[in-house]
């Protein structure tokens, strides 16, 4: 069964810098890409960045691309999201994903984190 354990969250400064981790256990395989995705109240599930489990494909949506960076440590099975210069409309909950496919859409990630939430406020 494959689990994920999200950390990392938590309230930040406009400007500010917070990177979210995600420990992918259960994998054996099974699992082909790994996703972020954000939700804010009454918003569809949106997807920000995603990877390949190697690494060697991303995607960063353009909201975020050149602030926030997605990366793997492969050995450790560890999924990283990198976040610089936070802006309020950067609060949400966020969640990390995997599935065998390279999809935006959450119908396409079969196994889920419990999500962290991230405030940007001053």
């Known amino acids: 069964q494959v689990q994920l354990v999200e950390s990392g969250g938590g309230s930040v400064q406009p400007g500010g810098s917070a990177r979210l981790s995600c420990q992918v256990t259960?994998?054996?395989?099974?699992?082909?890409?790994l996703a972020w995705f954000r939700q804010v109240p009454g918003k569809e599930r949106e997807a920000v960045a995603l990877s390949s489990t190697l690494g060697g494909h991303q995607w960063h949506d353009g909201s975020v691309e050149a602030r926030f960076t997605i990366s793997v440590d492969s050995d450790a099975e560890i999924l990283y999201l990198q976040m610089t210069n936070l802006k309020p409309e950067d609060t949400a909950m966020y969640f990390c994903a995997a599935g065998r496919h390279f999809s935006r859409s959450p119908e396409d990630f079969g196994y889920w984190g419990q999500g962290t939430q991230v405030t940007v406020s001053s």
């Open positions: 259960g994998y054996y395989g099974s699992v082909n890409y």
